[in-house]
């Protein structure tokens, strides 16, 4: 089965600035996503940006993005110029693309604080 | 784009009544939705696959008999707490895969549930 791993429960960050948040996964399979969803305190899940595993080039979104190493399984988001709405809940996620329709696999989360 | 829709927001009950969390794909046709549990401060936990048609398929240590699942059609799934408990109490968030494989899950905006 497949894991993800958060490794910092918290993070703060002062507006402007520049935060990295960490993520590792454990899989036996070469085809997969991977996601960072937010989680604003209204609780309802939006995405952040998606990585697919067989593309090499790191996804960005605008202020986001990632640092994807396969080889290391290793997924970590960084977030450019933070600003006050960036403060949310984030969840690293992993998606098997090998058999249909299946869940997301969440780590547990990073609750990321941005310091005016 | 894709969305999910859930009701209720929010829903008080009283210990041993039941109540159901309606899941909608307002414009695309799911025949996958996947039900997620959280608990305050907490990641979200898969509790079931609800499949169109079929049964639906339950993660270990999750109660059938409590948590009933029906995927009635290809834009509604429901969920049922039965003889709800104060431990029942907590954030339900239903999600769907969109038509066009992107990878990504579309999430409802979650019901929270108090037992009194």
């Known amino acids: 089965a497949q894991t993800v791993t958060q490794s910092q429960p918290e993070m703060s960050v002062q507006e402007a600035e520049t935060v990295t948040l960490s993520c590792t996964y454990d899989?036996?399979?070469?085809?997969?996503?991977l996601f960072w969803y937010k989680q604003p305190p209204s609780r309802q899940m939006i995405l952040v940006i998606r990585?697919?595993?067989?593309?090499?080039q790191n996804a960005t979104e605008n202020r986001f993005s990632v640092n994807f190493q396969k080889a290391a399984k290793s997924f970590s988001l960084k977030i450019s110029d933070s600003q006050l709405g960036d403060a949310a809940m984030y969840f690293c996620?992993?998606?098997?693309?090998?058999?249909?329709?299946?869940?997301?696999?969440f780590g547990k989360g990073t609750r990321l604080s941005v310091i005016a | 784009g894709a969305v999910v829709s859930q009701h209720p927001s929010w829903v008080i009950c009283k210990s041993g009544t039941s109540v159901k969390i309606e899941c909608r794909s307002l414009d695309f046709q799911a025949t996958t939705m996947f039900w997620y549990r959280q608990f305050p401060k907490q990641s979200l936990m898969l509790m079931a696959t609800s499949n169109e048609g079929s049964k639906a398929t339950y993660e270990q240590g999750v109660e059938k008999d409590k948590f009933l699942i029906n995927h009635a059609s290809l834009t509604l799934s429901t969920l049922t707490v039965t003889s709800a408990h104060p431990e029942d109490s907590s954030f339900y968030i239903c999600?769907?895969?969109?038509?066009?494989?992107?990878?990504?899950?579309?999430f409802g905006e979650g019901s929270r549930l108090t037992v009194l």
């Open positions: 996620a992993y998606r098997s693309l090998h058999s249909g329709n299946t869940p997301l696999v």
């Open positions: 899989t036996s399979e070469s085809d997969y996503y």
């Open positions: 990585q697919e595993a067989y593309k090499q």
């Open positions: 999600s769907a895969p969109p038509s066009r494989y992107t990878g990504e899950l579309f």
